[in-house]
């Protein structure tokens, strides 16, 4: 995909610089989570960390949901418009950092999910943050996907032992293969159908 020709004309002029320069694997986890359990229609899906955006290109293509796309580095966000172009979704883009995102916008969506977005420690305060600030708001699944970093098995333990998380290990073979933890917090059951 990085050998793309448009992604190659795309190189020369946006150069994320927070590890936003790639697809990542884990991205792949929760594709294959959600293509196994399903997404309610009608459900509103923010991706945090969004990357080249292709998590919440597949849930507006598969489901057809309304999907919010945010990232801190504005320079992803041309990789996204591209894959969202191809793909024939809109999707409503954000540039903030996890701290930036408050109640107010937390309020008006059912999931959040986010693919390999806390490979820092430093990334571990402002996502455990982040994830109780959408609880509260009532957000009412959140699904965060990982190689099972440290700074993510940090953030996983936190949650499993006072929010009543869940930790799953996940293997995928499409759409290819990748290994890893899935955080899940909340269900799905509670989300409107
Ligand atoms: C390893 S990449 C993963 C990208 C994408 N989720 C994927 O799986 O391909 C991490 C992404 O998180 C973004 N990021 C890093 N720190 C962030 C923060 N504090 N707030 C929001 N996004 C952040 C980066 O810009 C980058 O796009």
């Known amino acids: 995909m990085s ?7 795309l190189k020369h002029f946006n150069a994320p610089s927070v590890h936003g320069n790639r697809l990542w694997k884990s991205t792949w986890l ?10 309610p229609k009608d459900v509103r899906v923010m991706e945090v960390g ?9 849930c507006a ?3 057809g949901v309304k999907v919010t796309s945010v990232d801190v580095d504005p320079e992803v966000i041309p990789y996204l418009k591209l894959h969202a172009r191809i793909n024939e979704v809109d ?3 954000v540039r903030k950092d996890f701290d ?10 059912d999931v959040l999910i986010g693919a390999d977005i806390c490979f820092w420690d430093t990334l571990v305060k402002p996502l455990k943050n982040l994830i109780l600030r ?3 708001a009532r957000v009412k699944q959140v699904l965060i996907s990982d190689p099972g970093r440290p700074p993510f098995e940090e953030v996983a333990e936190y949650f499993i032992s006072k929010k009543g998380g869940e930790i799953l290990d996940w293997t995928a073979q499409r759409p290819r293969r990748s290994e890893g933890r899935i ?3 909340g269900n799905m059951t509670n989300l409107r159908s």
């Open 50 to 58: 969004c990357g080249w955006g292709l998590l919440g290109i597949y």
């Open 91 to 93: 999707i409503a883009t």
């Open 30 to 39: 929760l594709m294959d989570y959600l293509h196994r359990r399903g997404l």
């Open 183 to 185: 955080l899940k917090i």
């Open 3 to 9: 050998q793309h020709p448009e992604i190659r004309k």
């Open 100 to 109: 930036g995102l408050r109640t107010k916008h937390l309020q008006k969506i």
């Open 134 to 136: 959408a609880l509260r």
């Open 61 to 63: 293509k598969k489901y």
